[in-house]
């Protein structure tokens, strides 16, 4: 099984991949870049899960054509350490829109979907492999709601497992004051054996209220249960979010 999901993850990410270039001559639809500076404490790191501060710096890209849309984005963690914190992570993921429903619909989109995460820090350099399904939800006062279910293949882990995505955007208003609520939400399954072969769980909701079109300052809670499948290594780190709109 584990060789079937790869391979199909690999080509599907190549075909993914060249729709993509070839569509770069092609107008967008919609286009949105964003990079922001977060800054926690307590964040459970290293190989023996102590208790770090840490300072990340990420850059996210979202493309919308006319057969799908293209998500990007890039972490990089505490830059100017040379420790068992700094690190970068980076995912790219492609959709193809299998169909449109109607526009009264419960769903507001059907597509596939593959991915590529790669990881790289002081203990390992990876590339993660996906594909799946995706659906955009139609739900009332949110800007977008998005699911993805995806096989998923780790090249460090023997077998593959299965992982869940949940994304979510709301902008509302206080007085004068615009705000919005966003977020994510991962679940993956066990995958392996031994350490760091559990399931786990990830949540980043965010609040932000935006000065402007381009400016925003917030808050991000993260909540991740068994970080990175390890078994009881949980993170509950508040985090100053700032970021710009391009």
Same mark, same amino acid.
């Given at each position: 099984?584990?060789?079937?999901?790869?391979?199909?993850?690999?080509?599907?990410?190549?075909?993914?991949?060249?729709?993509?270039?070839?569509?770069?001559?092609?107008?967008?639809?919609?286009?949105?870049?964003?990079?922001?500076?977060?800054?926690?404490?307590?964040?459970?790191?290293?190989?023996?899960?102590?208790?770090?501060?840490?300072?990340?710096?990420?850059?996210?890209?979202?493309?919308?054509?006319?057969?799908?849309?293209?998500?990007? &984005?890039? @972490?990089? *963690?505490?830059?100017?350490?040379?420790?068992?914190? +700094?690190?970068?992570? #980076?995912?790219?993921? !492609?959709?193809?829109?299998?169909?449109?429903?109607?526009?009264?619909?419960?769903?507001?989109?059907?597509?596939?979907?593959?991915?590529?995460?790669?990881?790289?820090?002081?203990?390992?350099?990876?590339?993660?492999?996906?594909?799946?399904?995706?659906?955009?939800?139609?739900?009332?006062?949110?800007?977008?709601?998005?699911?993805?279910?995806?096989?998923?293949?780790?090249?460090?882990?023997?077998?593959?497992?299965?992982?869940?995505?949940?994304?979510?955007?709301?902008?509302?208003?206080?007085?004068?004051?615009?705000?919005?609520?966003?977020? &994510?939400? @991962?679940? *993956?399954?066990?995958?392996?054996?031994?350490?760091? +072969?559990?399931?786990? #769980?990830?949540?980043? !909701?965010?609040?932000?209220?935006?000065?402007?079109?381009?400016?925003?300052?917030?808050?991000?809670?993260?909540?991740?249960?068994?970080?990175?499948?390890?078994?009881?290594?949980?993170?509950?780190?508040?985090?100053?979010?700032?970021?710009?709109?391009?």
């Amino acid at each position: 099984m584990n060789k079937i999901t790869t391979a199909i993850a690999a080509s599907t990410l190549l075909v993914g991949l060249a729709s993509a270039a070839v569509t770069t001559a092609q107008a967008s639809v919609w286009s949105s870049t964003k990079v922001e500076g977060l800054y926690g404490q307590d964040y459970a790191r290293g190989f023996n899960g102590a208790d770090k501060d840490e300072a990340i710096f990420t850059i996210a890209n979202a493309t919308g054509f006319t057969w799908g849309d293209t998500y990007f &984005f890039a @972490d990089v *963690t505490n830059i100017s350490n040379a420790d068992d914190t +700094s690190g970068t992570h #980076l995912e790219f993921g !492609p959709r193809y829109r299998f169909f449109k429903p109607e526009d009264n619909s419960v769903i507001k989109g059907v597509y596939g979907i593959v991915q590529a995460d790669m990881t790289s820090n002081k203990f390992t350099t990876k590339i993660v492999k996906m594909a799946g399904g995706s659906l955009d939800w139609n739900v009332s006062g949110f800007k977008f709601v998005k699911t993805h279910l995806q096989y998923r293949d780790d090249p460090t882990k023997d077998g593959s497992s299965v992982q869940f995505n949940l994304v979510w955007s709301k902008d509302f208003s206080i007085s004068d004051e615009k705000f919005s609520f966003e977020g &994510f939400l @991962d679940w *993956t399954s066990g995958e392996g054996e031994g350490f760091g +072969s559990e399931s786990n #769980l990830l949540m980043q !909701p965010q609040v932000l209220w935006h000065a402007n079109e381009s400016f925003a300052v917030g808050v991000e809670y993260q909540y991740w249960k068994n970080r990175l499948g390890i078994d009881g290594r949980d993170e509950s780190v508040p985090q100053i979010m700032v970021r710009w709109t391009f």
